[in-house]
């Protein structure tokens, strides 16, 4: 049995601590917040906190906090040679206090406050400065029954750069379809399935394979009409512009 | 019972020939290819034919040819007063001969070659000239079990216009996700679930609200980590520049 201490109350914490709770070979056995509100609902299933000083012992220290937190917040653990990881995709492993071993225990995937989670679908990346201390943050990552996958520093940054493109640079130019159709009384709802489709396209298909459309086709005609109604909105124009460029440079020149 | 004759051979073509075989109240009369090669495989299935003069008479054609081989194809067929329709998005419904009752129907997805495709996730956008096409039109376009959409021009084009956005350059960052990823040989697979939830967020949430993310948090200190990354790619630091900017401009500035 693992026992975990949680330290923070923001969307990664707590859908950690609900994932934790219902692992067989885990135990949360507290769960710090500096401050106890946003905590307390769970005060008859966990031993909660807001004082560090009053930290249980525990296998591994979850710090679940924003990222301007972590390095200060891994400071003030009144304690030394224990395993604290934090959860962020952007910050360093070396961020946190050298007095702890030192780890980094990332959910690869997009979490919304109150929204049902299923962890079978959160990659936990997991990176480690000690060797020694893999073994259990591997069974950890593995109790929540998602994937998991053993990263060092520079394959996490890149993760988390990925992330940004294929999640929230992917959402963007969803909101720019919105505002497209919108624009002449469309309905963006048609659009979903063919957003579905795109996205599941690619569990077989490389990305590369998957590609279609006027910017792989070279079509022109089809292109220049695209930016004349785009005129009106010089911003979405150039995102046109630069990701066709970015197609025709993947795929390279027509084929004759 | 809707007879329909189909014209050309592409995805769109195939796709559509099985899936109106498949229709309890439609019967594919004849497939019309300018060769022969194309089509013969369905020969024991239905008439075949690479000659216009021989087309049967139906209550449709469907001319789903390339974009450039619509408007001459359709001055080609050797009868008048006839509904004669399109399928693409970015074709102009007067660019169809005006000997023919006009119209388009347009499957608002992408089609892969040999890949199964349901039609219940094909959205069909219908759009005609003469009112009185419409309610055939609607039937045929039901009868392959999807949602259906009633569209005018400018609709049809912006809806093309923002199937680009969401499919085509979707899919391009999923190709840069896939080459910064495996610039550090991290896996780009542990990324599909996160993918996967991005496209399925927007089912019951609107892009604006499902943004996440460094950008839209004006986080100043993982932006400028991230364009350090990119130093060394122009092209992909330009996108994550000016799609940065975009959801700021979306979110508006930064609440205090």
């Known amino acids: 049995m693992i026992s975990v201490v949680i330290l923070g109350a923001g969307n990664v914490?707590?859908?950690l601590y609900r994932g934790f709770r219902e692992a067989d070979n885990v135990t949360v056995s507290q769960w710090y917040?500096?401050?106890?509100?946003?905590?307390?609902?769970?005060?008859n299933e966990v031993d909660i906190t807001d004082d560090l000083s009053n930290l249980k012992v525990a296998d591994v220290y979850i710090l679940a906090v924003s990222d301007d937190a972590i390095a200060e917040l891994s400071e003030q653990l009144p304690f030394e040679d224990r395993v604290v990881v934090h959860t962020s995709g952007g910050v360093g492993v070396y961020d946190l206090d050298k007095k702890h071993r030192r780890g980094v225990l990332y959910p690869l995937q997009s979490f919304t406050k109150g929204a049902e989670l299923d962890f079978a679908n959160v990659p936990m990346c997991i990176e480690t400065i000690y060797k020694d201390s893999y073994p259990m943050l591997k069974e950890l990552a593995l109790s929540l029954g998602g994937?998991?996958?053993?990263?060092?520093?520079?394959?996490?940054r890149v993760l988390h750069l990925?992330?940004?493109?294929?999640?929230?640079?992917?959402?963007?130019?969803?909101?720019?379809?919105h505002e497209i159709t919108e624009s002449e009384g469309a309905e963006f709802d048609i659009l979903k399935p063919l957003i579905l489709e795109?996205?599941?396209k690619i569990e077989h298909l490389s990305p590369f394979r998957a590609q279609t459309g006027p910017a792989k086709r070279h079509d022109k005609k089809t292109i220049k009409k695209h930016l004349k109604i785009l005129d009106n909105n010089i911003e979405h124009k150039k995102i046109y512009e630069l990701l066709t460029a970015s197609i025709q440079k993947t795929h390279g020149r027509k084929k004759l």
Chains 1, 2 share one sequence.
Not at 33 to 43: A, G, P
Not at 162 to 177: D, E, M, W
């Open 198 to 200: 795109t996205a599941k």
């Open 162 to 177: 990925a992330a940004v493109f294929v999640n929230n640079f992917t959402n963007q130019l969803y909101r720019i379809g």
């Open 13 to 15: 914490a707590s859908h």
């Open 33 to 43: 917040n500096r401050s106890l509100d946003s905590i307390s609902e769970h005060s």
């Open 147 to 156: 994937p998991i996958q053993k990263v060092n520093s520079d394959q996490r």
